[in-house]
């Protein structure tokens, strides 16, 4: 695999391209060693990508590096070797270039050993090639663990390279790939069964107790608490924080007397925070008391009609003190500890508008969309938060929930979320917007749950769970399949006038450009430019018969456009022949994406939809992949270019108007009557009126020539766009390697500008 591991007579780097089969040669300044090696050759024999781990980096004294580090594991089907990515690389991570169970070549490595350590030492990957294809190797590799780990010799002990910690020894733990909510890696203990001690209950003290008597020194006794609430996990670590593992997780709490916060901390995290779940009984010791933070979200919790005491929370330390955590074994609950029920406040779909804004509430449905999972930047470098839209149904009314689902430190469940599927959601925030339906947003307190994860929830027996229970036995699975999607290109909720300059940047164009080429895989952002629009084609794409997929995958990114761009099927300002001489820069000449169209959901291809639909995984695993999905065809969409207000930069953007009350982006539209012109259409995001079939496949998408209630074409009314001025709203988001998605989500129109 790698001939270097074997060296007789290493050096602190060696280039691996003289010693391996399955890296390029090259001659090296060590013309020793390179005489040495008897297994020289000149090509790269590709290699397989099984896994990308992230971790926070090392601060190098006088180099500037990323935030993140990233170990890569490769294997050529008989081997599988754990590499450091070098941060010059890194990149190649950002975009997804550089993702599982995709082929690469290594070019050039070297071996670092740790001067700090014995026995220590790791291969670091300085350049490679990435092809855009499927590795052949991996058709040959059933399981991966069971593949021999390449490890240097005299380097065979080397708990790094057999473990699942990071590369880097002064890190302990990998984070999750794409964000830092989920827990990733073996250190997160889960399933662990609680502890059948007999408990002396006699000395526990009430939590009413602890806060009259928080500033007093005498030790604390004994606590006896249920947990009723618990958040997401929150990551705190960076450079020059000497905690290996920088997490923190809040928990409200009760006992007879009333709830309290509980904060987890640090590597009590991964030792408890998968164990403790709502309705989960603790037993604690040698806990401290702190003046409770007061910036923080809460639930709300009035439901639950307990006395609330915030200005202290319990603290669970690693040491000074260690605390002492004892899971209650649910059968050695006794009755007359007095702990209260868990309280939920499950709202119906039908009584959702009469909740006030940001108020939180529970709810239960059966999903019928799941929006891709797309990422938007946080507070702090390199910070990203997941999220994905759901829409889901309970039978009280013909909308359904509007949900924007944020990671709620559930990966697994997060993952996994699909259509036809029961969704519990619960301390959902409520956000009104003007003029359309309220949707939902989850708060730090969120939890999700899909079938599979109902057993043995607190949640279970409550009256509006059977409620929805009972009515989905009154429906039929094929009937529901034909209202279903999954993926695409999704907005929520419509913008109006006053958000444009309140939530959304106007940029100039020049920083337009900028802020493409900074973005990450999956991230999505809003952003609004103004200018004129100089032209608008209407594309088609031929039938997919007999055409091969990539044939396909072309046709839809505009690359074999339709043989006859006619006068019927485009536009364009009469200025704008000249005005293209004078442009200094086009930005995102192309198409549509595959990844930007919606699709229909089935059981027989779940699980490859979800892989489409989800991020890029750590792991590789001998599954379906996205590749095996039968492409869709666009019959029609429309490809705006837009010039900026100095005409200096053009760009191009795509509009996909709503034309069927069926499509996921139909729900919450505002639909009042518009005349079917170009202008009108790209005000309104729809086509008036909408249909009403229950089809929502690519043949209710727009055609030119359709009259849609209205006497002229769409295009034959563009005419009205000259010297318009315009502030365009763009959704962009990466969509992997060299594909970024920019849409036109509305278009505002003010006055002409003189020419």
Not at 643 to 648: A, V, W
């Amino acid at each position: 695999f790698f001939a270097l591991t074997a060296s007789p007579e290493p050096s602190v780097s060696h280039r691996a391209e003289e010693a391996t089969p399955l890296i390029s040669t090259k001659r090296d300044r060590e013309e020793d060693y390179v005489e040495q090696v008897s297994t020289k050759r000149q090509r790269v024999t590709p290699v397989a990508v099984i896994a990308l781990q992230r971790y926070l980096s090392e601060q190098t004294k006088g180099q500037q590096l990323d935030s993140y580090s990233y170990d890569v594991t490769v294997t050529d089907g008989v081997w599988r070797a754990k590499c450091f990515l070098h941060p010059s690389l890194n990149h190649l991570v950002h975009s997804n270039s550089l993702k599982t169970g995709s082929e690469i070549s290594i070019t050039q490595c070297s071996f670092v050993y740790n001067e700090r350590r014995l026995g220590h030492g790791y291969i670091c990957i300085e350049q490679l090639r990435c092809a855009a294809k499927r590795s052949a190797v991996l058709a040959r590799v059933n399981t991966v663990s069971s593949l021999p780990i390449l490890v240097k010799q005299g380097m065979e002990r080397s708990v790094v390279l057999q473990s699942d910690v990071p590369l880097q020894v002064s890190r302990k733990h990998y984070l999750s790939l794409w964000n830092n909510d989920d827990p990733e890696g073996d250190i997160w203990i889960s399933g662990s069964p609680s502890a059948d001690t007999v408990l002396d209950v006699s000395k526990v003290t009430l939590l009413s107790s602890l806060d009259s008597s928080f500033k007093n020194t005498w030790k604390p006794l004994p606590l006896l608490v249920k947990i009723i609430h618990k958040s997401r996990l929150r990551y705190y670590g960076k450079f020059g924080l000497k905690i290996d593992y920088p997490y923190q997780a809040y928990f409200e709490v009760a006992d007879q007397s009333g709830t309290m916060s509980l904060v987890l901390w640090n590597e009590l995290c991964p030792e408890f925070y998968q164990r403790l779940n709502v309705g989960t009984v603790l037993y604690l010791q040698n806990y401290t008391l702190k003046q409770s933070y007061s910036n923080r979200s809460r639930p709300q919790m009035d439901h639950h009609r307990m006395k609330t005491f915030n200005s202290v929370e319990i603290c669970l330390n690693p040491r000074n003190p260690a605390s002492v955590i004892t899971v209650v074994s649910p059968k050695s609950i006794l009755p007359q500890w007095g702990l209260p029920d868990i309280s939920y406040q499950f709202t119906a779909r039908s009584e959702l508008e009469k909740l006030a804004n940001n108020s939180a509430c529970d709810i239960i449905g059966l999903v019928t969309f799941v929006g891709r999972v797309e990422r938007v930047k946080g507070k702090g470098k390199e910070k990203y938060w997941t999220y994905r839209w759901v829409h889901a149904v309970d039978g009280t009314s013909d909308h359904p929930f509007i949900l924007e689902l944020f990671s709620t430190s559930q990966a697994e469940i997060f993952s996994h979320i699909c259509p036809m599927t029961y969704l519990v959601c619960t301390q959902m925030r409520v956000c009104h917007v003007e003029g359309s339906l309220p949707y939902l947003t989850s708060s730090c307190e969120t939890e999700t749950f899909i079938t599979g994860y109902h057993k043995g929830q607190p949640y279970v027996n409550d009256p509006r769970v059977k409620s929805f229970i009972q009515w989905t036995k009154t429906l039929k699975d094929n009937v529901v399949l034909q209202k279903t999607a999954v993926g695409g290109y999704y907005r929520y909720p419509p913008y109006i006038v006053f958000q444009i300059m309140c939530y959304i940047p106007l940029v100039a164009a020049a920083d337009l450009k900028r802020e493409l080429e900074t973005l990450q895989y999956r991230e999505h952002k809003k952003l609004a430019i103004q200018g004129q629009i100089a032209a608008v084609q209407y594309m088609e794409t031929p039938e997919p018969q007999g055409l091969k997929d990539k044939e396909v995958n072309d046709l839809i990114l505009n690359r074999l456009p339709k043989s006859s761009y006619s006068n019927d099927l485009s536009w364009e300002s009469s200025s704008w022949v000249r005005q293209q001489q004078e442009v200094s820069e086009h930005l995102c000449k192309g198409g549509l994406w595959q990844d930007s169209i919606c699709r229909r959901f089935t059981l027989d291809e779940k699980n490859v939809l979800l892989q489409w639909s989800n991020l890029q995984p750590t792991r590789w695993t001998p599954l379906r992949t996205a590749d095996a999905l039968s492409p869709v065809l666009c019959p029609g969409f429309y490809h705006v270019t837009i010039l900026g207000i100095n005409k200096q930069i053009a760009v191009d953007a795509m509009y996909i108007p709503v034309v069927s009350s069926s499509e996921p982006q139909a729900v919450g539209l505002p639909q009042d009557p518009h005349g079917n012109t170009m202008l009108s259409c790209l005000s309104s995001g729809f086509l008036c009126p909408l249909s009403n079939t229950a089809n929502n496949s690519e043949e209710t998408l727009p055609r030119p020539g359709s009259h849609c209630g209205g006497d002229n074409e769409i295009l034959a009314t563009a005419s009205e766009l000259e010297d318009t001025h315009v502030v365009c709203i763009l959704d962009l988001c990466h969509l992997g390697g060299d594909k970024v998605e920019v849409m036109i989500s509305k278009v505002y129109s003010f006055f002409c500008t003189p020419q």
